[in-house]
């Protein structure tokens, strides 16, 4: 005998479904959508960027015109975007829209791995959004200009890759002596004067073994002094 799900139920079969399939049904499903988002949402993998968005294996990208998704590389389909009225026809009106309709007026999102390649003036996020992450992987871009999205009770990340500016990005609460690895991308980043004749330079570097890849800061002293 089949008996239906209780409210309760239905909200905690969505919380701990798949991000992409929770994303599938209840967009099928209008009863869904009026309370969907009240549900804490939880992301394995979330990639943010001004021309796509990565929700684990869905990938959602945008142009002017058009709007597609696809699954594992696969593209799925592919919808023209309405332009008849005046705010459509602003430039970054799909990106907005895309950010809107998946993470805007969630009560709660969390995700383990967060990647942003984007500055975040490129991206039309909304200004209450707040995510609380495990892993933040900023690239080349400093970590900085995130924050104020990110929940503060993700602080300190339990991994880190990002730019870093100077020595004293190293006492902000997100590079706390419990983070698991912080990298540092084009090498080196920045060094540091010592009596003029000498400098410490701090490279990151990815290293691979059996078990697992991780990433070591190195701190290296090099002489200014050309003879030697």
Known sequence: MVTELSYQGVRCVLEHLGASRRIHITARSPVLQKFEKSIPFRVSYLHLNSRFSSVKNVRIEVDYDNVGFKNNGEEVCKRKIPRK????????????????????????ILVNRLEIFERVQNMDLSDNLKIQVNQLDTDCHEFSQY??????????????????????????????????????????????PIDGNAKIIIYGVEVSDRSEDRFELLVKVVSNDVSN
Do not use: W
Request: hydrophobic share 35%.
């Open 85 to 108: 009225r005046k705010h459509q026809q602003e430039f970054g009106y799909p990106i907005k829209t895309m950010y809107k309709y998946f993470l805007g007026g969630r009560s709660c």
């Open 147 to 192: 924050l104020p999205f990110i929940d503060s009770k993700s602080f300190p990340f339990k991994k880190l890759r990002t730019a870093i500016n100077g020595p004293e990005d190293f006492d902000h609460p997100v590079c706390s002596i419990h983070l698991t690895a912080l990298f540092i991308p084009n090498l080196p980043r920045f060094s540091i």
